[in-house]
T-cell receptor, first 110, second 112 residues
Framework: RKEVEQDPGPFNVPEGATVAFNCTYS??????FFWYRQDCRKEPKLLMS???SGNEDGRFTAQLNRASQYISLLIRDSKLSDSATYLC???????????FGAGTRLAVHP | DGGITQSPKYLFRKEGQNVTLSCEQN?????MYWYRQDPGQGLRLIYY???????QKGDIAEGYSVSREKKESFPLTVTSAQKNPTAFYLC???????????FGSGTQLSVL
């Protein structure tokens, strides 16, 4: 089983839609969680950290479910510019080993 | 401005040749990472380092080597033992104080 797993998608949604991605992790001792956005052949950019109580940044909401070992990202009112690959990342292990999921592709169409 | 710099942007390797990818950061970060990304795939961890003169193998370390002689620098050597080196390589550094991971702009390595 991979340490961090994501549905690869693609998720094809119309503008204005709400879309949600999940990411599961296997190490119950994991402490820190992140969502990144990556455009084609570019470096990933931090979208948001994920806190235990959940957090929101504009149209984006991140949540952590420790019991079921997953994090989620909700995007409301999707824009064309949201089209990208969304990667989750988890710190796993005592040496701060940062593991990424394979990414979920989102395509927003007019 | 502080940041993380990777070079070169594009690199070509001949069969049997070792090549080294550079990664430098001036963010005073202790932790640095190397990832490999294949087309349509996520980031796979090659090596990581938490402090100077110490580094750990990631999930796909075979055929690669690293050094961490200075805090600012974490070069990656792709050796001739890596039979399928064509990929996009990303270096990153992590600051515990602000819990942010910064990426370099990446190096595309291709085999001639």
């Amino acid at each position: 089983r991979k340490e961090v797993e994501q549905d690869p998608g693609p998720f094809n949604v119309p503008e204005g839609a709400t879309v949600a991605f999940n990411c599961t992790y296997s190490n119950s001792a994991s402490q820190s969680f992140f969502w990144y956005r990556q455009d084609c052949r570019k470096e990933p950019k931090l979208l948001m950290s994920v806190y235990s109580s959940g957090n929101e940044d504009g149209r984006f909401t991140a949540q952590l479910n420790r019991a079921s070992q997953y994090i989620s990202l909700l995007i409301r009112d999707s824009k064309l510019s949201d089209s990208a690959t969304y990667l989750c990342a988890v710190f796993s292990g005592g040496y701060n080993k940062l593991i990424f999921g394979a990414g979920t592709r989102l395509a927003v169409h007019p | 401005d502080g940041g993380i710099t990777q070079s070169p942007k594009y690199l070509f390797r001949k069969e049997g040749q070792n090549v080294t990818l550079s990664c430098e950061q001036n963010l005073n970060h202790d932790a640095m990472y190397w990832y490999r990304q294949d087309p349509g795939q996520g980031l796979r961890l090659i090596y990581y380092s938490q402090i100077v003169n110490d580094f750990q193998k990631g999930d796909i370390a075979e055929g690669y080597s690293v050094s961490r002689e200075k805090k600012e620098s974490f070069p990656l050597t792709v050796t001739s033992a890596q039979k399928n080196p064509t990929a996009f390589y990303l270096c990153a550094s992590y600051g515990r104080s602000n819990e942010k991971l910064f990426f370099g702009s990446g190096t595309q390595l291709s085999v001639l």
